[in-house]
Every structure is written in structure tokens, then in C-alpha cells.
């Protein structure tokens, strides 16, 4: 079934940024980690633990940084952030739309 909406997964490890442009009304979740967002134009910093979301209100570039990875209660910080971006399917670029790089 089609919903008009589609998700993406992606995995940084800590300090690795992941580079959005002209994704406004994009909702960013961060899965595991924390993130920071910084959204071209806008002066505030968004912080996100595991569990918690913001949508992108800016059409410019945008910035989601991994500052800490998923805690692990064995092994600590593991490391690695999942964020999980959702938007509508025409939103996406073609590129992604299609899969390819």
C-alpha cells in the first residue's frame, strides 16, 4: 500500500554529520545516540536523544551531527547513531527516490 510517505534509516558513527539541503517539513528521529541538528539560517541548536524528533523548518542546508552513540548497558557508548528521516515521496530527491548515489 502506497502511504505518500517514505523513510530512511541512516547510521553514523560519532562525529560523522549527515548533510541535508532543501529538506523543510523533512521529520528527523533520533533512534539511538544523540544528535545535534543546525539548520542554515536559523540560530538555534536541536538536541535529540533516542526517542525524540524535529521537523526541519528551513529549506537550506541542514546538518545532523552524531555526538554520542548508542549506550549499551554491556559495552557503554557503542559508537553509533541511528536517525530515521521521514517525508513525503515527492520530497525526496530523485537520486534517493531511486536508490542510487
Excluded at 549499551?72 to 557508548?77: E, Q, V
Aim: net charge neutral.
Amino acid at each position: 500500500m502506497e502511504t505518500g510517505i517514505e523513510e530512511r534509516s541512516v547510521r553514523l558513527a560519532t562525529g560523522q554529520t549527515h548533510r541535508l539541503r532543501g529538506a523543510a517539513g523533512w521529520a528527523i528521529t533520533c533512534c539511538a545516540g544523540t544528535v545535534w541538528i543546525t539548520q542554515e539560517g536559523d540560530p538555534r541548536d536541536i538536541f535529540l536523544r533516542a526517542g525524540e524528533s524535529f521537523t526541519l523548518d528551513r529549506a537550506g542546508l541542514a546538518l545532523i551531527y552524531a555526538l554520542k552513540g548508542m549506550e549499551d548497558s554491556w559495552r557503554g557508548n557503542t559508537g553509533m547513531t541511528v536517525v530515521n528521516l521521514c517525508a513525503p515521496v515527492a520530497a525526496w530527491p530523485a537520486q534517493v527516490r531511486s536508490g542510487t548515489p
